[in-house]
């Protein structure tokens, strides 16, 4: 080889290997904080919502931008693919419900000023009058008798299967109507306070049954909304409650991570919601504020309990006792987020902590591993998105260490629930996140045979029958009992292991406020401003 | 010539339909259906059940491409499942972006390949054409979402120079296209390349360079012209493909195109969407390749002189 042409392979060997390496670089690795024990409170992270509450001596941006982690399809309170993960956030500025939850899960008047229940099965709700719809039609009981029993005939709409249990809706007057279940339900009142139970015009409906159902009654009324990428909003200045001092907001979707912090940090976006590696950053960085939040979610595992190994407890003993949950949290939040020694949503009414728990203990997980069905075979753990099928990785290298083998089935969120169909068979564990409310009803979705939700095929008839009797027991004390029992039953018979709570950040340029961050995932950006600095 | 391009274009039908059968058996197969896309925890079983009746998801996949089909032939691309939306509609107001990106990709592409293909032709074995080597290697190589990154870090993140997502700008523009036409560039400068290497050598060339012809016009008049076709069908062949959508780099610059709305398609289960968005642009892709033989006929007098030559012994023969 000549000299020249030596010289020339040197250097772009010399390119490539630079080029390469810093395409490995990740930057300064730091150590991450540590967790918080399971049994602690979470204590997040202050800073946008200690930004001042509006007042008339300031000056505010006319426009918001907010980055959305997810698309929004539709916005259409009939159409199942409006209940995507960002439907809180749409709902709570376009929809109003009959009545709210605040943050510190108290029930008060949205559009109904008044309700009555004697025997929790027929309440009668009076509406707010003057109310109107973002055309200009007024709001009667009409359209909640409309609202209702639409949503009934639409299967998949998101407030089906919670109105499924209205036997009729009757119209006393224009502003009283009565609503009667099948059977008493104590949750109902609380069931009606989630944000898309909103309501929409009949007339209206009727007239534009394509654009009809995205008129909402709430204090942001929808000026365009292009599938999958963003929603613009504009003040709806007729509303009935506090009118927001910021006068039209866009909410966008951005898939790519990168894109989006640049975006945000660019000034293109007011705020962002920004993953656990960026947070350092951000905090120390004056121009921003963080907010950080903690899901009531819990992540979790299910045992398919129709497969006979399974289904065998010593098994799910061994599991319980080889999982590390300070791993999950280390490795797959990067040390954001509380281990969950609790099935329970930790901010779930009635959570009962005097239940068994399981400490990571290697010695114990074999013996109980000796004890139980197991015979070397090769365990499926299914997983779907980013954080459950790291979850999954961590779960196989826990599992390795007591000698259980297992493969990963790592796929997307339409695969997985047509790949766990409710009483399948095979020797399953689905790595998951339970879509755990404030309310303890939520978990039915667990625990009820046929529950998409219950993914552990969990059909025990005593346990249905507690599930039953808590929704129609009226004495708060009494549920709450009942509650506890459930409990203790999940913690003992283990269908499902719980790994962690996820810490959320939201950040907001210094000046923005607020928001209200709830840990349901389901935010509040209604009220949400920029003070001019 | 027009015989040619009625036929190409009749041959669009049995490619469509071959198309959609084979979309709407790939969306059947694939795990997950739309239902499941749509499924909140609170459902049950039998609300599944009912969904599934009511998107004929009980049905065979034969009845519902039948059902499917039906409406086209009726001009009717029909709506998407998820939004309701016309799927037409969907396409049209995404089209134009992805129109722009690549066009303008192409242009820069193109601008940037051809002198640099020539150059390393004519200098072939020299350290320049190894170079020219280099640089399409590594355009080749590189994936087209690292750079759309990198240059999303250094130009909208460093020094702030554009915008990181589509805001309707120009400046908007700028990321996108460069990372674009970049990979593009890389392909059509390997071709050039060859293909001016395989005239180079012509003995035409060398008449003309005895009869005194600068030899900026031997290239440009002489070899280029003779060594079009290759470039012209690659350059058809790269327009095509971006025009099917490049879904990635309208995923990392968030542009709202068609590549991205195929892909939330395909995501989100939505079939009717999905092969909506195939067949267009199936049909957007023919189209392409039958302007490019057309452009053929343009550039090189013999291929001109064979359609002429069929037209004439056509007449003959009726005479």
Same mark, same amino acid.
């Given at each position: 080889?000549?000299?020249?042409?030596?010289?020339?392979?040197?250097?772009?060997?010399?390119?490539?290997?630079?080029?390469?390496?810093?395409?490995?670089?990740?930057?300064?690795?730091?150590?991450?904080?540590?967790?918080?024990?399971?049994?602690?409170?979470?204590?997040?992270?202050?800073?946008?919502?200690?930004?001042?509450?509006?007042?008339?001596?300031?000056?505010?941006?006319?426009?918001?931008?907010?980055?959305?982690?997810?698309?929004?399809?539709?916005?259409?309170?009939?159409?199942?693919?409006?209940?995507?993960?960002?439907?809180?956030?749409?709902?709570?500025?376009?929809?109003?419900?009959?009545?709210?939850?605040?943050?510190?899960?108290?029930?008060?008047?949205?559009?109904?000023?008044?309700?009555?229940?004697?025997?929790?099965?027929?309440?009668?709700?009076?509406?707010?009058?003057?109310?109107?719809?973002?055309?200009?039609?007024?709001?009667?009981?009409?359209?909640?008798?409309?609202?209702?029993?639409?949503?009934?005939?639409?299967?998949?709409?998101?407030?089906?299967?919670?109105?499924?249990?209205?036997?009729?809706?009757?119209?006393?007057?224009?502003?009283?109507?009565?609503?009667?279940?099948?059977?008493?339900?104590?949750?109902?009142?609380?069931?009606?306070?989630?944000?898309?139970?909103?309501?929409?015009?009949?007339?209206?409906?009727?007239?534009?049954?394509?654009?009809?159902?995205?008129?909402?009654?709430?204090?942001?009324?929808?000026?365009?909304?292009?599938?999958?990428?963003?929603?613009?909003?504009?003040?709806?200045?007729?509303?009935?409650?506090?009118?927001?001092?910021?006068?039209?907001?866009?909410?966008?979707?951005?898939?790519?991570?990168?894109?989006?912090?640049?975006?945000?940090?660019?000034?293109?976006?007011?705020?962002?919601?920004?993953?656990?590696?960026?947070?350092?950053?951000?905090?120390?960085?004056?121009?921003?504020?963080?907010?950080?939040?903690?899901?009531?979610?819990?992540?979790?595992?299910?045992?398919?309990?129709?497969?006979?190994?399974?289904?065998?407890?010593?098994?799910?003993?061994?599991?319980?006792?080889?999982?590390?949950?300070?791993?999950?949290?280390?490795?797959?939040?990067?040390?954001?987020?509380?281990?969950?020694?609790?099935?329970?949503?930790?901010?779930?009414?009635?959570?009962?902590?005097?239940?068994?728990?399981?400490?990571?203990?290697?010695? @114990?997980?074999?013996?109980?591993?000796?004890?139980?069905?197991?015979?070397?075979?090769?365990?499926?753990?299914?997983?779907?998105?980013?954080?459950?099928?790291?979850?999954?990785?961590?779960?196989?290298?826990?599992?390795? @260490?007591?000698?259980?083998?297992?493969?990963?089935?790592?796929?997307?969120?339409?695969?997985?629930?047509?790949?766990?169909?409710?009483?399948?068979?095979?020797?399953?564990?689905?790595?998951?996140?339970?879509?755990?409310?404030?309310? &303890?009803?939520?978990?039915?979705?667990?625990?009820?045979?046929?529950?998409?939700?219950?993914?552990?095929?969990?059909?025990?008839?005593?346990?249905?029958?507690?599930?039953?009797?808590?929704?129609?027991?009226?004495?708060?004390?009494?549920?709450?009992?009942?509650?506890?029992?459930?409990?203790?039953?999940?913690?003992?018979?283990?269908?499902?292991?719980?790994?962690?709570?996820?810490?959320?950040?939201?950040?907001?340029?210094?000046?923005?406020?607020?928001?209200?961050?709830?840990?349901?995932?389901?935010?509040?950006?209604?009220? &949400?401003?920029?003070?001019?600095? | 010539?027009?015989?040619? =391009?009625?036929?190409?274009?009749?041959?669009?039908?049995? #490619?469509?339909?071959?198309?959609?059968?084979?979309?709407?058996?790939?969306?059947?197969?694939?795990?997950?259906?739309?239902?499941?896309?749509?499924?909140?925890?609170?459902?049950?079983?039998?609300?599944?059940?009912?969904?599934?009746?009511?998107?004929?998801?009980?049905?065979?996949?034969?009845?519902?491409?039948?059902?499917?089909?039906?409406?086209?032939?009726?001009?009717?691309?029909?709506?998407?499942?998820?939004?309701?939306?016309?799927?037409?509609?969907?396409?049209?107001?995404?089209?134009?972006?992805?129109?722009?990106?690549?066009?303008?990709?192409?242009?820069?592409?193109?601008?940037? =390949? #051809?002198?640099?293909?020539?150059?390393?032709?004519?200098?072939?074995?020299?350290?320049?054409?190894?170079?020219?080597?280099?640089?399409?290697?590594?355009?080749?190589?590189?994936?087209?979402?690292?750079?759309?990154?990198?240059?999303?870090?250094?130009?909208?993140?460093?020094?702030?120079?554009?915008?990181?997502?589509?805001?309707?700008?120009?400046?908007?523009?700028?990321?996108?296209?460069?990372?674009?036409?970049?990979?593009?560039?890389?392909?059509?400068?390997?071709?050039?390349?060859?293909? #001016?290497?395989?005239?180079?050598?012509?003995?035409?060339?060398?008449?003309?360079?005895?009869?005194?012809?600068?030899?900026?016009?031997?290239?440009?008049?002489?070899?280029?012209?003779?060594?079009?076709?290759?470039?012209?069908?690659?350059?058809?062949?790269?327009?095509?493909?971006?025009?099917?959508?490049? =879904?990635?780099?309208?995923?990392?610059?968030?542009?709202?195109?068609?590549?991205?709305?195929?892909?939330?398609?395909?995501?989100?289960?939505?079939?009717?969407?999905?092969?909506?968005?195939?067949?267009?642009?199936?049909?957007?892709?023919?189209?392409?390749?039958?302007?490019?033989?057309?452009?053929?006929?343009?550039?090189?007098?013999?291929?001109? =002189?064979?359609?002429?030559?069929?037209?004439?012994?056509?007449?003959?023969?009726?005479?």
């Amino acid at each position: 080889m000549k000299p020249a042409k030596r010289s020339l392979c040197l250097i772009l060997c010399i390119i490539l290997s630079i080029a390469l390496l810093a395409g490995c670089g990740g930057g300064k690795t730091e150590s991450s904080p540590t967790p918080t024990s399971g049994s602690e409170s979470p204590s997040p992270t202050k800073g946008i919502s200690e930004t001042p509450p509006p007042t008339e001596e300031v000056e505010y941006y006319e426009h918001l931008n907010i980055a959305i982690g997810d698309k929004v399809t539709v916005i259409d309170l009939f159409n199942p693919a409006f209940g995507s993960s960002q439907v809180g956030i749409i709902s709570h500025a376009v929809f109003d419900s009959l009545v709210d939850m605040t943050l510190d899960n108290e029930i008060v008047p949205g559009l109904a000023t008044k309700w009555d229940t004697d025997d929790y099965k027929t309440f009668t709700f009076t509406l707010r009058e003057n109310v109107k719809f973002h055309n200009g039609e007024p709001f009667t009981a009409e359209d909640v008798k409309y609202t209702i029993e639409r949503t009934k005939a639409t299967p998949g709409s998101i407030m089906a299967s919670k109105y499924a249990r209205i036997e009729s809706v009757e119209v006393v007057n224009d502003y009283e109507v009565k609503i009667t279940l099948d059977s008493p339900n104590v949750d109902f009142i609380a069931d009606m306070s989630v944000p898309y139970a909103g309501f929409a015009n009949k007339k209206t409906c009727e007239a534009d049954p394509e654009n009809g159902s995205m008129i909402g009654t709430g204090p942001w009324k929808v000026t365009e909304i292009v599938s999958n990428d963003y929603v613009s909003v504009a003040r709806n200045d007729d509303y009935w409650g506090e009118v927001p001092v910021t006068k039209t907001m866009t909410f966008k979707f951005v898939s790519e991570e990168t894109a989006r912090y640049i975006m945000f940090e660019n000034g293109d976006f007011d705020f962002c919601g920004i993953g656990s590696v960026f947070v350092e950053q951000y905090e120390n960085d004056e121009r921003f504020s963080v907010e950080s939040y903690v899901m009531n979610n819990t992540n979790l595992i299910a045992f398919n309990f129709k497969d006979p190994l399974m289904a065998d407890i010593n098994f799910r003993m061994a599991v319980a006792h080889a999982m590390n949950r300070e791993d999950f949290v280390n490795i797959t939040l990067n040390g954001y987020g509380v281990p969950a020694e609790y099935f329970w949503g930790y901010r779930t009414e009635f959570r009962n902590t005097n239940v068994p728990t399981y400490e990571y203990n290697i010695d @114990k997980a074999k013996e109980y591993l000796e004890k139980s069905k197991y015979n070397g075979e090769t365990i499926e753990i299914v997983a779907a998105m980013a954080h459950p099928i790291s979850n999954a990785q961590v779960l196989q290298e826990n599992l390795s @260490k007591i000698g259980v083998k297992t493969e990963i089935f790592a796929t997307d969120g339409p695969t997985l629930t047509s790949y766990t169909p409710w009483g399948n068979t095979d020797s399953q564990i689905v790595v998951t996140s339970g879509p755990w409310t404030t309310l &303890a009803s939520s978990v039915s979705m667990f625990l009820m045979p046929g529950s998409i939700g219950n993914k552990a095929n969990y059909d025990k008839p005593e346990m249905t029958e507690l599930l039953k009797k808590a929704a129609m027991t009226f004495d708060a004390a009494e549920r709450e009992k009942v509650y506890a029992e459930i409990q203790e039953i999940v913690a003992t018979e283990i269908p499902y292991l719980p790994i962690f709570n996820m810490e959320l950040f939201v950040a907001g340029w210094k000046g923005c406020g607020g928001v209200k961050l709830y840990a349901t995932n389901n935010h509040d950006y209604a009220y &949400a401003y920029r003070i001019k600095q | 010539m027009l015989r040619y =391009a009625v036929i190409r274009l009749l041959w669009l039908i049995p #490619i469509l339909i071959c198309v959609s059968l084979i979309i709407f058996v790939l969306m059947d197969a694939a795990p997950g259906s739309i239902i499941d896309s749509m499924i909140n925890e609170e459902m049950t079983q039998e609300d599944i059940e009912e969904l599934k009746r009511e998107y004929d998801l009980d049905k065979s996949v034969f009845y519902r491409y039948g059902k499917y089909m039906l409406g086209l032939f009726r001009g009717n691309l029909g709506s998407s499942e998820i939004s309701g939306l016309s799927v037409f509609d969907m396409y049209k107001t995404r089209f134009p972006k992805t129109l722009e990106l690549s066009l303008l990709s192409l242009v820069l592409g193109t601008l940037i =390949a #051809i002198p640099m293909g020539i150059f390393a032709a004519k200098h072939a074995g020299t350290i320049w054409d190894n170079l020219t080597t280099a640089f399409t290697l590594i355009g080749l190589s590189m994936p087209s979402f690292w750079l759309g990154l990198l240059l999303l870090i250094w130009f909208s993140h460093s020094i702030k120079l554009f915008p990181a997502g589509y805001d309707g700008t120009w400046k908007c523009y700028v990321m996108p296209v460069i990372a674009g036409g970049f990979s593009m560039s890389a392909s059509i400068t390997r071709q050039t390349r060859s293909a #001016i290497l395989d005239v180079v050598r012509q003995d035409y060339l060398r008449t003309a360079r005895a009869k005194g012809v600068p030899e900026w016009r031997v290239t440009v008049k002489h070899e280029l012209r003779n060594a079009w076709i290759p470039i012209v069908t690659q350059i058809g062949m790269m327009l095509a493909m971006t025009m099917a959508g490049s =879904a990635v780099i309208e995923a990392v610059y968030s542009w709202p195109g068609v590549g991205r709305l195929m892909i939330e398609a395909i995501n989100q289960r939505d079939t009717t969407l999905a092969c909506g968005c195939v067949i267009l642009t199936a049909t957007l892709y023919v189209v392409l390749l039958l302007l490019v033989d057309i452009v053929y006929a343009f550039i090189d007098p013999r291929i001109r =002189a064979q359609y002429s030559a069929g037209r004439r012994k056509k007449r003959r023969a009726e005479a």
